[in-house]
């Protein structure tokens, strides 16, 4: 193996790349490039844009050519330098098989590494947006690798194949998936009863402990929120925040991005006009 580069690389992020738009990595490399992390981004698609549109150019990328990319983050040496291996949207289960390989033997070379599983599979109001296949490979190979996962709160429902209809039912199941292999977790965007009107709750499961962090509601809600936020989650935890510290600031950076998003009237995140937001 090659010896590693001078340049210390902090994160590999295994996400979907978008030319229009910010979801995937193209929501979650800015912010951490932002708090000054160096990323190694690797795609699993090359998209115009994200599919909510009419129209979308592009593909999904193979798996050989997603296998080979990570093959040669591993001969640069970036596995061990790096403290984190991020995935999101993937696409096809080929390429989430590829990932959970490559975290499998990532371990092995670094076993310090933290893997980070934004398990991508649907929201509240959309359903599912991914293969059956897809899903499969997720909950039965990544959810059980991961050290600290950030799905929404219709995702835990697809994990433990329930809904999750309020806070006692969400703690009952999150409780179930961290039985595998006691992963923290953040459940976002969820909505319970007793959520306070108007507003949105990310909860953090750690340590047998679960914090309920508050945030208004926006009149828009931009594809990609989820994405922007586990890429500053893992940012503030690279520079030391506890998991709840981290993700009280990574909520309040999204409602700032999404807030001046709203003031500009536009449905796409404009991270490029609010950098100041991300650092």
């Known amino acids: ?26 929501a979650a ?41 990570l093959r040669g983050v591993e001969e640069r040496g970036l596995i061990s330098t790096s403290r984190y291996i ?17 975290v499998k033997r990532a371990r092995k070379i670094n076993p310090d590494i933290i893997y980070i599983c934004d398990p ?18 997720i909950i ?14 219709f995702e835990v429902g697809l994990i433990t194949g329930s809904e999750i209809s309020s806070f006692d039912i969400l703690q009952e199941k999150v409780h179930q998936i961290q039985a595998f292999n006691n992963a923290r977790l953040v459940a ?5 009863p ?33 994405d922007l936020f586990t890429g500053l989650l893992t940012a503030n935890l690279a520079h030391g925040s506890t998991l709840t510290e981290a993700a009280r600031n990574a909520a309040s950076t999204v409602l700032n991005v999404v807030g001046r998003t709203a003031e500009q009237g536009e449905h796409e995140m404009q ?9």
């Open 188 to 192: 976002t965007g969820c909505v319970f």
């Open 120 to 137: 991508v599979m649907g929201d509240t109001g959309l359903g599912v947006f991914v293969a059956d296949q897809v899903m499969e490979c």
């Open 29 to 69: 490399v800015l912010p951490m490039q932002a708090r000054a992390l160096n990323v190694a981004a690797v795609p699993t698609t090359l998209l115009s844009n994200h599919p909510g549109y009419e129209t979308m150019r592009g593909r999904v990328l193979e798996p050989e050519l997603v296998s080979d990319l």
């Open 1 to 26: 193996m090659s010896s590693p580069l001078s340049m210390q690389t902090s994160v590999i992020s295994i996400q979907s790349q978008v030319v229009y738009g910010h979801v995937g990595n193209s």
């Open 271 to 279: 991270l490029g006009g609010v950098i100041e937001c991300l650092i």
């Open 86 to 102: 991020v995935s999101g949207y993937l696409g096809s289960r080929a390429n989430g098989e590829v990932v959970a390989d490559f």
């Open 140 to 153: 039965n190979e990544l959810v059980p690798l991961a050290d600290l996962l950030t799905p929404n709160q």
């Open 194 to 226: 007793d959520t306070p009107y108007g507003s949105l709750e990310n909860v953090v499961f750690e340590g047998g402990e679960e914090t309920r962090l508050t945030s208004p509601r926006v009149p828009i809600v931009p594809v990609g929120t989820g």
